[in-house]
């Protein structure tokens, strides 16, 4: 398998995120403004998928949840659970390094509004179907939120009524391979409180323990 069939950096496969990644580059010519490729280990024990890049963040920096505020709380607790080195992700450049994990999306190009559509989280699901094949047999994989959920059931075959999403609910995909739920990090549910620190924290504790010892 090709690097190409897990990431596609001229990829344009979605008209209207293709198009609208042209309007983002003309307005932010500065900003990375193209797809976001997944970023950590080459072999993980931990698996993140997030739902898209951020305008601001990932969009912008070129490096999955980095410059946004949905990555405040996630690298705060990779660093907590020693996924890495430093617990800020400001650019692609400050030194940040992931152990034994690995950050990837959904969709790996910023959508309007934050939204892609069905169609377009499907048409995406090969790259992300490809890059858990690539990871060998033995790893968690940390949904955050009910679309990266139902993307990495697609991607391993799975169906969405035997694997309900939930938060911190826990799916054994096969003998070593386990997938994890959490709300999404998003600045909408920690500024609701819908997801606490505590309660992300708790996620990784999990992750941790199952990566550590279970695999």
Not at 10 to 31: G, I, Q, W
Not at 47 to 76: C, E, Q, S, W
Not at 179 to 198: A, F, G, I, P, V
Not at 200 to 207: E, I, M, T
Request: hydrophobic share 35%; with cysteine; aromatic share 8%.
């Amino acid at each position: 398998m090709s690097s190409k069939d897990m990431f596609d950096l001229k990829c344009v496969r979605c008209p209207r995120l293709a198009e609208h990644l042209v309007n983002v580059r003309s307005e932010y010519p500065d900003y990375h403004g193209l797809p976001v490729a997944p970023f950590g280990a080459e072999k993980p024990k931990l698996l993140i998928v997030g739902l898209a890049p951020g305008m601001h963040g990932a969009n912008a920096t070129g490096r999955p949840f980095t410059g946004d505020h949905a990555g405040v709380l996630l690298y705060k607790a990779l660093f907590k659970y020693g996924f890495s080195n430093q617990e800020t992700a400001i650019q692609a450049n400050d030194g940040l390094k992931l152990k034994k994990c690995r950050i990837t999306n959904a969709v790996k190009c910023l959508p309007p509004e934050n939204k892609p559509t069905g169609l377009e989280v499907n048409t995406c699901n090969s790259f992300l179907k490809n890059e858990i094949e690539s990871l060998g047999k033995g790893f968690v994989i940390l949904a955050l939120g009910g679309i990266a959920h139902k993307a990495v059931l697609k991607a391993t075959n799975l169906k969405v009524k035997d694997y309900p999403f939930g938060h911190a609910a826990l799916h054994k995909v096969d003998e070593k391979k386990w997938l994890l739920d959490s709300y999404h990090c998003s600045r909408y549910n920690t500024q609701t409180r819908r997801l606490t620190e505590d309660m992300f924290f708790d996620v990784f504790s999990k992750a941790r323990e199952l990566a550590t010892h279970s695999i």
